[in-house]
T-cell receptor
């Protein structure tokens, strides 16, 4: 079945540590996105990539980094500069076009907590 | 830039009763409008979207929404809810001409359906 796989489901970070969240899709989508979800705040866009080897900052990119070396993969690194990393992280993908049939597909998320 | 306000953080309702979840938005450009649903510890699923044309949009699971340009609203309705509709619902917008995945979300409304 086609879809988006995020791993791990739960992740713990120690002070000063960088951690990487994995996102893989087999939908042949060009565009991929990372959102952060905090209770009562909805989702906020961290980074997005519309094509391989290119990505742009979203609304809350500080303390995060990404890479897009392969079409199917868009890993997110939460660096030690992100002072409040505890949140639910959602990866999504789409074809990247703006036609009527365009749709955003979401993974099942990674819950990151600070030890 | 866009912003989205969901007017109710929690909506309790009895099974088989009608429900309306309210969403207002602001934007300096024309927008696409979306409603997503999230079940516990899962990603988001698209319920419905408004791109253009008829202002009444029908989605999955018996939900519908009406776009009101003059009131900048996009309220979600269902005439008779089921226990399985218990979830968190998010209203979202994206600017026309941008990728569908570059969304601005509201804070979410938790719908709880009681027997």
């Amino acid at each position: 079945d086609g879809g988006i796989t995020q791993s791990p489901k739960y992740l713990f970070r120690k002070e000063g540590q960088n951690v990487t969240l994995s996102c893989e899709q087999n939908l042949n989508h060009d565009a991929m996105y990372w959102y952060r979800q905090d209770p009562g705040q909805g989702l906020r866009l961290i980074y997005y990539s519309q094509i391989v080897n290119d990505f742009q900052k979203g609304d809350i990119a500080e303390g995060y980094s990404v890479s897009r070396e392969k079409k199917e993969s868009f890993p997110l690194t939460v660096t030690s500069a992100q002072k409040n990393p505890t949140a639910f992280y959602l990866c999504a993908s789409s074809t990247g076009r703006t036609g009527r049939d365009e749709k955003l597909f979401f993974g099942s998320g990674t819950q990151l907590s600070v030890l | 830039a866009q912003s989205v306000t969901q007017l109710d953080s929690q909506v309790p309702v009895f099974e088989e009763a009608p429900v309306e979840l309210r969403c207002n938005y602001s934007s300096s450009v024309s927008v696409y409008l979306f409603w997503y649903v999230q079940y516990p510890n899962q990603g988001l699923q698209l319920l419905l979207k408004y791109l253009s044309g008829s202002t009444l949009v029908k989605g999955i699971n018996g939900f519908e929404a009406e776009f009101n340009k003059s009131q900048t609203s996009f309220h979600l309705r269902k005439p008779s809810v089921h226990i399985s509709d218990t979830a968190e619902y998010f209203c979202a917008v994206s600017g026309r001409g941008t990728s569908y995945g570059k969304l601005t979300f509201g804070q979410g409304t938790i719908l709880t359906v009681h027997p």
